[in-house]
């Protein structure tokens, strides 16, 4: 790995600042120091797992309005800004229905799963250098397994609506999500295999030195083809087209959300986008370089991007990924479900492995790396 | 979760649904189930009942309930006269509203003997073939969002809307337009007429290679149509299917040319016709039926004479005792218009032969053995219009 050229105006500069007020607080409040800190980490979260969804919303429709040759929501606010928020306050103040017959508690409970995991695996982010409220050693694997939480609030909602299109959604969603996870799993073991480490903000610093060390350039080809197959299973494993087969409103009316209103569905909704966020920010993380600036090698552009700080570059990644979905979403039609599962059991779980392999025998070679 | 066997299905007063026959061809050990589709369902394009009986996600069979839209149509023309009754035929399948007026005017024609200006059958052609490239339009655009490109949507109506906008021109209406009389139209063509429509020809010609890019080439978009609901030849043909449907399915019928009616021998089309009848051919035939139409409007607009555009006009026709049938091809299939007139004013009977209805009977054979998503396929490349369905 080469050194990370120091340049005058980097976030390390800001260090003295922040130890300023730092030591203000310590000596001011002796014994607060546990408190503040986690307090102001969980409030930032909260404002960002509250926020980004909406305007994620905006985005994603103004996306699509631009791929269909229209404009999209213009009348609320600059552009429509503020719509996302006017239509979430509508679902906040609409009345929740329950179906006759659906078992109350596991009804309400299950559109707060997801929205608690996509919270916690937000915890785990690396926005900057010292920007993340947690850092565990295994970070991949709380990932991974956070990430389960939302597919059993999916299961849940299908299962207690008694709609028979509620549980064939969820059903579906079920197969879906436990297939594809294991491709998702494999692409990330590959990395942490090649790096060494399960925490992501090593993994970010793994790619320190110029753009050709970000994992998707490297591997010649293979890390392209990781970050495609991750594309891919991500994709499948976010329920978003072509790979809503959960939803599917051309065939389930809503799936596993039929029956769900106010703002209990509003929470599916939600957690939909915000998952969408931390899926591409990990894409952003394990392939893109995370929050390191992009080094292209050339002499006067370089120290530029150096002093944009790193939570910019990590947004800048983390939507031009979602950018990428919502293209795909906004471009395929539909999969079947037998085919869905045919591409995950005999073609990407296969390409997975091989890949995996020869990760294995570029790690063994050695100097490629 | 209350999933009942089929044993004890009992919406009613015991027994299975409607149409249903108690044994299945499942195994014993599935559990089946019956799932309502629709009326309200986004996919069944308008107010179509379905209900099925599944295994899983396997379709065991399809039972289409009608009636949700029967306004009576043919019972209402008995009451009205026969030029009150140019606009029910509007109502039928809205999305061929002229070429429904031109198959009813061309049976009243045929009553009285009344001829057509050249100028009259050249704006009645030109008209009908830009409904029928409209009605496509609609078609390709609602059929990809049933397969889940909701962009297609879109596509298929910005340009859909330059036609409708030339029908908004000519007759004030974008949908039921009421528009042919006996004997020509109701109103000659304005002088924007030709223009638009060589701007619509030019556009065609791209928008449809822009359509091949986005769905016909799309590999998840061949891998959800192919195979899926195939149709024989024979089968097309014994339950009286007619339009795309059939030619999809090998059989080269089109009443444009197996049966010209107005001037339709002058032009030089080709009929395309399938090989197997899946859902794939049947997309296709559209596509390159859209085309073809395109063709005709070409030479259409070379040849397009002055003149007058209507031969006589009258406030009440009676038509002479007998029976009268004309067929016109709608952008659905064969239409046909039978009157049986008693002399008066009015008809004693009207009776709409409709495309859409002998088309959506083969529901059934089609949908068995597939998944639940190729009902959804099947239902969009049958291409049928609920209120036609009912009448």
């Given at each position: 790995m080469t050194e990370n050229n120091m340049n005058p105006l980097s976030t390390e500069m800001l260090y003295p600042v922040q130890n300023g007020i730092g030591n203000m607080v310590r000596t001011l409040f002796p014994e607060s120091a546990f408190i503040i800190n986690s307090l102001i980490s969980i409030c930032s979260l909260f404002l960002l797992v509250s926020l980004l969804p909406v305007f994620l919303i905006w985005l994603e429709r103004k996306v699509a309005a631009r791929f269909q040759a229209r404009l999209g929501p213009m009348r609320v606010g600059y552009h429509g800004l503020l719509q996302s928020s006017?239509?979430?306050?509508?679902?906040?103040?609409?009345?929740i229905l329950k179906p006759e017959g659906a078992d109350t508690f596991v009804f309400f409970l299950a559109p707060i799963l997801p929205a608690s995991a996509t919270f916690l695996v937000m915890a785990i982010l690396p926005f900057d250098h010292h920007l993340q409220v947690a850092d565990p050693a295994g970070g991949v694997i709380y990932v991974i397994g956070i990430s389960g939480l939302s597919i059993l609030g999916i299961l849940l909602a299908g299962w207690a609506s008694n709609n028979k299109y509620s549980l064939l959604g969820a059903m579906r969603s079920g197969a879906q999500m436990i297939s594809f996870?294991?491709?998702?799993?494999?692409?990330?073991?590959?990395?942490?295999?090649?790096?060494?480490?399960?925490?992501l903000r090593e993994i970010v610093l793994s790619q320190q030195g110029t753009v050709a060390d970000w994992w998707i350039f490297k591997l010649p080809g293979l890390g392209l083809i990781a970050f495609l197959m991750y594309m891919v299973s991500s994709t499948a494993e976010l329920n978003r087209a072509p790979f809503d087969i959960s939803e599917a409103e051309s065939e389930l009316t809503g799936g596993f959300a039929t029956e769900y209103s106010g703002i209990s569905f509003a929470m599916f909704f939600f957690a939909e986008f915000?998952?969408?966020?931390?899926?591409?920010?990990?894409?952003?993380?394990?392939?893109?370089?995370?929050?390191l600036a992009p080094q292209i090698g050339v002499a006067f552009i370089d120290p530029l991007f150096a002093v944009i700080p790193g939570f910019v570059w990590f947004f800048l990644k983390t939507f031009f990924v979602i950018f990428l979905y919502m293209w795909f979403r906004w471009t395929f039609p539909r999969l079947r479900v037998d085919q869905l599962m045919y591409l995950e059991w005999k073609m990407l779980l296969p390409a997975?492995?091989?890949?995996?392999m020869s990760g294995g025998f570029f790690m063994a070679m050695g100097g490629i790396l | 979760m209350n999933l009942e066997p089929v044993n004890n299905f009992n919406p009613d007063e015991g027994g299975i649904p409607e149409g249903f026959s108690r044994t299945s061809s499942a195994t014993k050990s599935s559990e089946e189930y019956f799932l309502n589709m629709g009326p309200q369902h986004p996919s069944t394009h308008g107010v179509l009942r379905l209900v099925l009986r599944l295994d899983g996600e396997s379709v065991l069979g399809v039972v289409p309930h009608l009636g949700y839209v029967h306004r009576g149509l043919e019972k209402v023309a008995e009451n009205q006269t026969y030029l009150q009754?140019?606009?029910?035929?509007?109502?039928?399948?809205?999305l061929s509203s002229h070429i429904n007026n031109l198959g009813y005017c061309m049976a009243m024609e045929q009553a009285l003997d009344i001829g057509i200006p050249e100028r009259g059958e050249?704006?009645?052609?030109?008209?009908?073939?830009?409904?029928?490239?409209?009605?496509?339009?609609?078609?390709?655009?609602v059929s990809g969002m049933d397969l889940g490109a909701i962009t297609t949507f879109l596509y298929g109506f910005k340009e859909r809307e330059l036609i409708t906008d030339i029908f908004e021109e000519l007759c004030g209406a974008r949908l039921t337009m009421n528009f042919f009389r006996p004997g020509g139209s109701f109103a000659d063509v304005t002088d924007g007429f030709i223009p638009r429509i060589k701007q619509v020809?030019?556009?065609?010609?791209?928008a449809l290679d822009e359509y091949n890019t986005l769905l016909t080439g799309n590999i998840i978009f061949q891998e959800r149509t192919k195979n899926i609901g195939i149709l024989s030849k024979e089968t097309a043909l014994s339950y009286g299917c007619s339009g795309a449907v059939l030619r999809a399915s090998g059989v080269s019928y089109d009443v444009r040319k197996n049966d010209p009616y107005s001037i339709y021998d002058r032009f030089e089309f080709d009929v395309p016709i399938g090989s197997i009848g899946d859902?794939?051919?049947?997309?296709?035939?559209?596509i390159e039926e859209m085309a073809q139409s395109v063709r005709i409007l070409e030479q259409a607009v070379q040849t397009f004479p002055e003149g007058p555009y209507r031969s006589q006009q009258k406030a009440v026709y009676k038509l002479p005792k007998g029976s009268y049938y004309s067929q016109v091809e709608t952008a659905r299939g064969l239409l046909g218009t039978y009157i049986v007139a008693e002399g008066g004013p009015k008809p004693y009977r009207v009776k709409f032969r409709s495309p859409s209805f002998s088309n959506l009977n083969i529901l059934n054979e089609l949908a068995v053995g597939h998944k639940l998503a190729d009902i959804v396929t099947i239902l969009a490349t049958l291409d049928f219009v609920v209120p036609d369905l009912d009448r």
């Open positions: 006017a239509d979430g306050l509508k679902l906040i103040f609409k009345e996870e294991i491709s998702l799993t494999l692409v990330m073991l590959l990395i942490v295999m090649l790096t060494g480490t399960a925490s915000v998952n969408m966020f931390v899926s591409a920010g990990i894409a952003a993380t394990f392939f893109l370089g995370g929050f997975n492995l091989l890949l995996l | 009754n140019i606009h029910l035929t509007d109502r039928l399948d809205y050249y704006i009645r052609v030109m008209i009908c073939e830009l409904q029928r490239i409209q009605s496509h339009l609609l078609w390709w655009g020809i030019e556009i065609m010609h791209k859902c794939f051919d049947r997309y296709c035939l559209k």
